[in-house]
């Protein structure tokens, strides 16, 4: 690594990527080794601090790498695989983690060789996360905290190595302050994954049941007591990293049912069109308002825009979706396969429009469901007064559930 | 395959210091001379239009020559830059000539390559005369161009022309006919004031028998001439639009956190807080979807057509769904007159006719998106 500060305009980053694509050319370098190399470059992800995969460089520079990654044909960490790590954790992490959890798990984390999960969710919490009931109780000679409870709806556990972990330390307290936020090893004794199978036929989310688990001490992130302020943390990027990419007029949902449009006459009514029409419009509309959100960051104006996002996306993935299997007609009503699988990765593309149709309905509850963002635009970004509620000053162990 | 709708390159969707600064001008003269109260008293008189205020707008702060050359006399900016004041003008329900005026006339003339043309276009820039093109204000981009006005030999011209928007304020008429584009002077046509829905944009009949006009094109130059400023309108109404359904949602986010029922300001109901966070989120798309087709109107991006016809088929719906929400939101009160709720609803629904309906530009963007009809 040079020393001093290391130049982080659009030029530099290019002169540096190029550099790398030199000393590491894509075609005769191993996936790994390329993405490792990428890594200690500070090129993973630009905005991190150098010696965590990046240069401290503007978050929007990434941009300027990517895109000459990608017309060298470089390997990429899959970032659909590693959604969760790359989007919650990994921000969490930066912001909470000790030096050594940064230097423990920022890299293997980037470089898709730990999967990470998100227990959160709990059958009596989900909205109301706060209202968790997961224990976690210190043991004070061994310094381990004994971790009990059960989790649900965990994306991804069955593959994952660790899971960011909400659990409540001290139940007299008032709900969002007795909780705690931990690291917790997947492969630790007393972890449970059970496959929860979904609408789609598929199991890509599961059970997660915690008996008598134990996490280090060291694998606490953030104080003892403080887990709501980190857990806000990872909920907010999580809405964030949604409606981050750039798609082409035309892109996304709305690409096969256009097609579907065009190369078969024979499927085309009056009704369907008008509806079709009335979608492709809002699809191009909400791609110039991510277009829109973009320049706002990169000109250092964030607007609140990227609130209504993901409420914007998961409404016309639904529409769309529901129109296609509509517009196909006899062969939308069949369905690829039921077999129950475990999947990798949520994929869209490639799969039929019954798979699509039913998937989007996860597009509105995942991640907060649109409600609840629908309380946040009104609450943060109008203004407008919250519900009165009495949950907020009485102790956990008091509320009804 | 490129889809035969790509867009060439990434528009610019934000606002420059320059817009924000003709914004803040535009919007001091409005919030000072031109509040709901005093649109409603002139509205009540039959001449809605303040020559006074015009004036200030057109020439003191130069807004009407921003779409004409400096040689002309002109501002020299742009589309964008009318953007903005058609954002302000919605904002304030402003009954003033200027989409009519300085957008469609002035397009007009700017496409018609005549001396008459030049000339007529330093005085609209200038500000001292307002010209409105003897069109229906519901004609529509792609539309065929209706005829209804015959040249009787040497450019004198008799025919009738309905709902004309901003004739009343009009000194100089554009003409199409069936031997091409004419200037009439108001006082050789008979003007009769219509009562019309949106009170801030009035519409006439104009009726001409014999009367002499100046020929500024040919058919063929006429019908282009037309067709360009047609199109330009229609993305530039759609900004009125999100200016006017922005200041429905902020009345009406500020009017429910202080109206109290139930022991609870109504704005923190959520039936009602999750309909005013659609709207904003509406706007915010609305916005996006409007500073697309001006700054494609402004660069001549070659898919400016599909882009205001995105624009279009997008905005009209979310100013009348924010005009329609402000009354039913602000209860009893959004049914008065002295309210200025009503007058926001009927220039929404009004503007959701002007120059094509929504539908009409989901039409065009099934031609330009090669989404054909059944
Ligand atoms: C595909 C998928 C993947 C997921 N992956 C994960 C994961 O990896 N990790 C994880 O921790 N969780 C995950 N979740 C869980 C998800 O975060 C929760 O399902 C979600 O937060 C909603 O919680 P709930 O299911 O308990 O519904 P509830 O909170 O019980 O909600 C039921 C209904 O009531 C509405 N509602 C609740 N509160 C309010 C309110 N205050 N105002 C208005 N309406 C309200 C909701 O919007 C919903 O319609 C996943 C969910 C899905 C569908």
Same mark, same amino acid.
Not at chain 1, 11 to 34: G, V
Not at chain 2, 240 to 264: D, I, M, P
Not at chain 2, 277 to 282: S, T, V
């Given at each position: 690594?040079?020393?001093g ?6 030029e ?8 790398? /694509?030199t ?9 790994t ?14 905005h991190?601090p ?15 790498v ?10 990429d960490n899959d ?15 930066l ?6 959890? $940064?230097?423990?798990?920022l ?25 968790l009931?997961t ?11 004994i971790?009990?409870?059960? $989790?649900?709806?965990?994306s ?7 899971? =960011?972990l909400?659990?409540?330390t ?14 917790c090893?997947?492969?630790a004794p007393?972890?449970?994954?059970r496959?929860?199978?979904?609408i789609?036929g ?17 694998h606490?992130?953030g ?6 302020a980190?857990?806000?943390t ?7 990293? =949604?409606?981050?990419m ?28 008008q ?9 191009e ?11 706002q960051?990169?000109?250092?104006q ?11 996306f ?5 529409? =769309?979706s ?22 990798? /990765? ?8 019954g798979?699509r149709? /039913?998937?989007?309905?996860?597009n509105?509850i995942?991640?907060?469901?649109s409600?609840?963002l629908l ?19 009485t102790?956990w162990?008091? /509320?009804?559930? | ?10 528009a ?10 003709l ?5 001091a ?24 205020l ?28 009318a953007?903005v004041v058609? @954002? ?34 330093s @005085? ?6 307002v ?43 554009l003409?199409?006919?069936d ?8 006082e ?10 949106d ?9 001409l @028998?014999?009367?002499p ?5 040919d ?9 360009g400023?047609?199109?330009s309108?229609a993305?530039?109404l759609?900004?009125?639009q999100?200016?006017l359904?922005e200041?429905c949602?902020?009345?009406t986010?500020?009017h ?12 923190s ?21 409007a ?7 402004a ?11 995105v ?5 009209s ?7 329609e ?9 959004g049914?008065?007159?002295e ?5 926001y609803l ?21 031609d330009?998106?090669e989404?054909?009809?059944?």
């Amino acid at each position: 690594m040079t020393t001093g500060a290391t130049p982080t305009t659009p030029e530099a980053l290019r002169a540096r990527t190029r550099d790398l /694509l030199t000393a590491h050319p894509p075609a005769r370098t191993d996936r790994t080794a390329f993405l490792r190399a990428r890594f200690d470059a500070g090129l993973a992800w630009v905005h991190y601090p150098p010696g965590l995969g990046g240069l401290g460089a503007p978050r929007t520079l990434q941009a300027v790498v990517d895109a000459e990654l990608e017309a060298a044909g470089a390997p990429d960490n899959d970032p659909r695989r590693i959604g969760i790590g790359l989007g919650m954790a990994a921000p969490t992490i930066l912001a909470y983690g000790t030096e050594e959890q $940064k230097q423990r798990f920022l890299r293997p984390l980037w470089l898709g060789e730990e999967v990470w999960c998100q227990l959160f969710s709990e059958p009596g919490a989900g909205s109301d996360l706060a209202a968790l009931a997961t224990r976690a109780v210190l043991d004070q000679d061994a310094g381990d905290w004994i971790v009990d409870g059960q $989790k649900v709806w965990t994306s991804s556990a069955h593959n994952a190595r660790w899971g =960011i972990l909400v659990a409540r330390t001290d139940p007299a307290l008032p709900k969002h302050q007795g909780i705690t936020y931990f690291l917790c090893d997947m492969h630790a004794p007393g972890v449970e994954v059970r496959p929860l199978r979904q609408i789609t036929g598929e199991a890509e989310f599961n059970e997660v049941f915690l008996t008598g688990v134990r996490i280090p001490d060291t694998h606490r992130l953030g104080a003892v007591g403080e887990g709501w302020a980190v857990a806000r943390t990872t909920l907010m990027n999580e809405r964030v990293s =949604i409606g981050g990419m750039r798609i082409p007029r035309e892109g996304g949902m709305i690409a096969p049912v256009a097609a579907a449009w065009r190369e078969r006459p024979e499927l085309r009514t009056h009704a369907l069109h008008q509806r079709l029409l009335e979608l492709w419009v809002e699809a191009e509309v909400a791609r110039l308002t991510g277009e829109r959100l973009r320049q706002q960051l990169a000109a250092g104006q964030p607007g609140p825009e990227g609130s209504g996002m993901k409420l914007t996306f998961a409404r016309l993935n639904q529409e =769309i979706s529901g129109l296609e299997v509509e517009l196909l007609g006899a062969e939308g009503l069949l369905y690829e396969d039921w077999t129950m699988r475990r999947p990798e /990765l949520v994929d869209f593309t490639g799969r039929d429009a019954g798979y699509r149709y /039913l998937r989007a309905k996860g597009n509105s509850i995942e991640g907060g469901t649109s409600e609840i963002l629908l309380n946040i635009v009104a609450e943060r970004v109008l203004g407008l007064p919250p519900e009165p509620r009495d949950d907020k000053d009485t102790a956990w162990k008091d /509320l009804s559930r | 395959m490129t889809a035969p709708t790509a867009p060439t390159a990434p528009a610019d969707l934000l606002y420059s210091e320059a817009e924000e600064e003709l914004r803040t001008a535009v919007r001091a003269l409005l919030a000072a001379r031109c509040d709901a109260r005093t649109v409603l008293a002139r509205a009540e008189t039959g001449r809605p239009h303040d020559p006074a205020l015009w004036h200030t707008l057109a020439a003191e702060i130069g807004t009407a020559g921003l779409l004409v050359p400096e040689k002309l006399g002109g501002q020299g900016a742009g589309h964008r830059e009318a953007a903005v004041v058609l @954002e302000e003008l919605g904002r304030a329900v402003a009954p003033v000539p200027y989409l009519t005026s300085a957008v469609l006339a002035t397009e007009i003339l700017l496409g018609c390559d005549t001396a008459e043309a030049a000339a007529l276009l330093s @005085e609209l820039a200038s500000g001292s005369t307002v010209c409105t093109p003897a069109v229906p204000l519901t004609l529509a981009p792609g539309a065929p161009l209706p005829a209804p006005v015959r040249d009787s030999g040497g450019g004198t011209l008799t025919g009738t022309v309905d709902a004309v928007a901003d004739a009343v304020a009009a000194g100089v008429l554009l003409v199409p006919a069936d031997t091409g584009l004419y200037a009439v002077r108001a006082e050789d046509a008979t003007v009769t004031p219509l009562v019309g829905l949106d009170l801030t944009r009035p519409l006439a009949t104009v009726a001409l @028998e014999a009367a002499p006009g100046i020929r500024l094109a040919d058919p063929a130059a006429a019908r282009a001439a037309v067709a360009g400023a047609l199109l330009s309108a229609a993305g530039l109404l759609a900004s009125e639009q999100v200016g006017l359904a922005e200041w429905c949602l902020t009345e009406t986010v500020a009017h429910s956190k202080g109206r109290y029922q139930f022991n609870r300001p109504v704005g923190s109901f959520q039936a009602l807080k999750h309909r005013m966070a659609r709207l904003w989120l509406d706007v915010a798309s609305a916005r996006a979807a409007a500073r697309a087709a001006a700054d494609a109107l402004a660069t001549g991006a070659p898919d400016a057509p599909l882009t205001v016809a995105v624009a279009q088929a997008y905005c009209s719906g979310v100013a009348v769904r924010a005009a329609e929400e402000c009354v039913q939101l602000h209860g009893g009160i959004g049914m008065t007159w002295e309210h200025p709720a009503h007058l926001y609803l009927k220039r929404a629904k009004a503007d959701s006719l002007a120059l094509g309906t929504a539908g009409h530009h989901r039409g065009l963007v099934a031609d330009f998106a090669e989404l054909p009809a059944p």
